[in-house]
């Protein structure tokens, strides 16, 4: 059996850079209602995100969590796939961002790992260099855009990458056994409960091989990692995230991935 741990982000007293997610573009989130076989709920979900940078104007601009109903967000979604070039089955998943991730920075961070998001994070040179060097699987790597402030132009600035984690564990097992609802089909979200799960395991049968990932659905905002990650990347060599053993989790009614 694979051991997996859950990666979560962690001071440990060190001073993390000041950042935030400096990106309008992407999908809304959805108020499903108003057409034939909708599950009547308000939902984004912000763990999906696309890296290609669109055309000028061919994405709308949304304030975080805005959402719109439902035969909005589906004529969006068909503006999204053409201008993406994007196949016409690509599901585009309400609070999905798009494009390359900005951020604002006013001082020097002591810590090689920022959390700026669920999907992924962003790390400093010597960790992408050590994360590499062991050929570690499960994400796709992009370039950071860095804004500084005034009084950071002159100083000296690591060099920042983002990891997107695409490694998949599709369903976790667990006690007791998760029970998968039927999807929306205007939306595609499944309701999930909000209870405690024992012996979350990994079915090596779904999981594709990576060495960090995400289960869908329930645990779907959670980031894992195998024990060759753990190994290759020991906490007391870099600062910035620690590992959990897995054992119960609480199950979340905020995240809606297949």
């Given at each position: 059996?694979?051991?997996?741990?859950?990666?979560?982000?962690?001071?440990?007293?060190?001073?993390?850079?000041?950042?935030?997610?400096?990106?309008?573009?992407?999908?809304?989130?959805?108020?499903?209602?108003?057409?034939?076989?909708?599950?009547?709920?308000?939902?984004?979900?912000?763990?999906?995100?696309?890296?290609?940078?669109?055309?000028?104007?061919?994405?709308?601009?949304?304030?975080?969590?805005?959402?719109?109903?439902?035969?909005?967000?589906?004529?969006?979604?068909?503006?999204t796939r053409r201008?993406?070039?994007?196949?016409?089955?690509?599901?585009?998943?309400?609070?999905?961002?798009?494009?390359?991730?900005?951020?604002?920075?006013?001082?020097?961070?002591?810590?090689?790992?920022?959390?700026?998001?669920?999907?992924?994070?962003?790390?400093?040179?010597?960790?992408?260099?050590?994360?590499?060097?062991h050929g570690l699987?499960?994400?796709?790597?992009?370039?950071?855009?860095?804004?500084?402030?005034?009084?950071?132009?002159?100083?000296?600035?690591?060099?920042?990458?983002?990891?997107?984690?695409?490694?998949?564990?599709?369903?976790?097992?667990?006690?007791?056994?998760?029970?998968?609802?039927?999807?929306?089909?205007?939306?595609?979200?499944?309701?999930?409960?909000?209870?405690?799960?024992?012996?979350?395991?990994?079915?090596?049968?779904?999981?594709?091989?990576?060495?960090?990932?995400?289960?869908?659905?329930?645990?779907?905002?959670?980031?894992?990692?195998?024990?060759?990650?753990?190994?290759?990347?020991?906490e007391s060599k870099?600062?910035?995230?620690?590992?959990?053993?897995?054992?119960?989790?609480?199950?979340?009614?905020?995240?809606?991935?297949?």
């Amino acid at each position: 059996m694979t051991t997996i741990y859950r990666i979560t982000w962690a001071f440990r007293g060190k001073m993390p850079a000041s950042t935030y997610i400096d990106s309008d573009l992407g999908m809304p989130g959805i108020k499903c209602e108003g057409l034939p076989g909708c599950c009547g709920v308000t939902w984004s979900d912000a763990t999906a995100r696309i890296m290609t940078v669109p055309p000028p104007g061919t994405c709308n601009k949304y304030e975080f969590g805005a959402c719109v109903p439902a035969e909005v967000f589906l004529k969006q979604a068909e503006k999204t796939r053409r201008a993406l070039n994007l196949p016409g089955d690509y599901e585009l998943l309400p609070g999905l961002n798009i494009g390359r991730l900005h951020i604002k920075c006013s001082k020097v961070t002591t810590l090689v790992m920022e959390w700026p998001a669920l999907y992924g994070f962003i790390v400093r040179e010597d960790l992408l260099n050590a994360i590499e060097k062991h050929g570690l699987t499960g994400f796709e790597k992009s370039e950071v855009v860095v804004k500084r402030t005034a009084s950071m132009l002159l100083k000296p600035f690591p060099k920042f990458t983002e990891i997107l984690v695409t490694g998949k564990g599709g369903w976790a097992r667990t006690d007791p056994p998760l029970v998968i609802e039927p999807a929306c089909p205007v939306c595609g979200r499944r309701p999930t409960d909000n209870k405690d799960y024992q012996n979350i395991e990994l079915d090596e049968s779904q999981w594709d091989g990576s060495d960090i990932f995400r289960f869908e659905h329930t645990f779907g905002g959670y980031i894992f990692v195998t024990q060759r990650w753990v190994d290759s990347i020991p906490e007391s060599k870099f600062d910035g995230f620690e590992y959990e053993s897995v054992g119960t989790m609480l199950a979340t009614r905020r995240k809606f991935l297949r």
